[in-house]
């Protein structure tokens, strides 16, 4: 790839998408697919625990140093653009050797239309793009109709009492999503056959732009040529992207909620699974992930559940000093009751 100049503007690629979609995995399979190229990625949590920043720390390639990977936790980022995203971004195009091209991640309850905005920022606007907005979707989850209301019970409510609003926080942020997006990244369809892989993307269609494709991806492993190089300059297409919030009103996040359990060490992580998959089912969870660890193991382990899918593996070795102990953050609905979530998670 030529050298990047001042004069040529970067590319920056806006991966969106729900919780536990698998926006991370995608980001880690870049990462190791990089080939040499300077990739920078800005990483944004929702909670108080950096998981993602560490997982994608993890991937072990050596061209993406800690540098590399910014981190933003101090809200969501389409809420905090101006406070926290500006100055990252700045600081990047300001570096001596910019990167070739920037990863954005959004938090899976981040709008990714007011991000694509501040592109038009003076600070920005002359010095890089938005090469696309790639939205992951979990094949599975939507199957299941735990991130999108089933459109046609919807609208035979809606026929039967038209005065009545049945759009739920979480349709709203999956319609959002797909709606903006230039690229749909369907994940995980190695857990639905290929009727329901077709019942997905025939239900999703409604909601996508004109010429917006679906690519099928299995643990979020695609070429990033598949990715990169959209060239959609997507801040210059803003009025195609529709939004539910463009009347002004800003996304509310007081929809969601998120504590951080701490947990010591865990001997049994086959039961602690289970206590997960029994808390996601009844308390509203949305999504449980975190750092575990188990006695006498060297390595970390990471916990990653979806509803009542719970995924567990090791990822690399505690480090010397690293503090040994289990923290799992959670994210539900607003009002889930948060000190029975912890106590039953520690039980």
Known sequence: MAQTTRTTKIPATVVTGFLGAGKTSLIRHMIEQAG?????????????LGV???????????????????????????????DDFLPTITALLDRPEPPEHIIIETSGLALPKPLVKAFGWPEVRTRATVDGVIAVVDAAAVAAGRFATDVE???A???????????????????????????IVLNKTDLVDAATL?????????????????VTAVGGALDPAVLLG?????????DSRPSHHDDGHEHDHDDFASIVVDLGEVADPAALEA???DVASRHDILRVKGFVAVPEK????????????VQRYFDRPWEAGEIRTSRLVVIGQAGFDAEAVAAELRA
């Open 36 to 48: 040499g190229r300077r990739l920078a990625f800005i990483i944004n949590e929702f909670g108080d």
């Open 52 to 82: 993602d920043r560490e997982l994608v720390r993890g991937c072990g390639d050596e061209s993406c140093t800690d540098d590399d990977i910014v981190e933003l936790t101090n809200g969501c980022i389409c809420c905090t653009v101006a």
């Open 153 to 155: 019970a919807v609208q």
């Open 157 to 183: 409510q809606r026929a039967a009492d038209p005065s009545l609003d049945h759009e739920s926080p979480l349709e709203e942020l999956f319609e959002e999503q797909l709606a903006c997006a230039d690229l």
């Open 198 to 214: 077709e019942r997905v993307k025939a239900g999703m269609a409604e909601h996508l732009r004109p010429a917006v494709h679906a």
């Open 230 to 238: 959209l060239d959609a300059a997507a801040e210059d297409d803003l």
């Open 275 to 277: 206590r997960i998959k």
């Open 298 to 309: 060297p390595m970390r382990l990471i916990v990653q559940g979806v509803g009542d899918r």
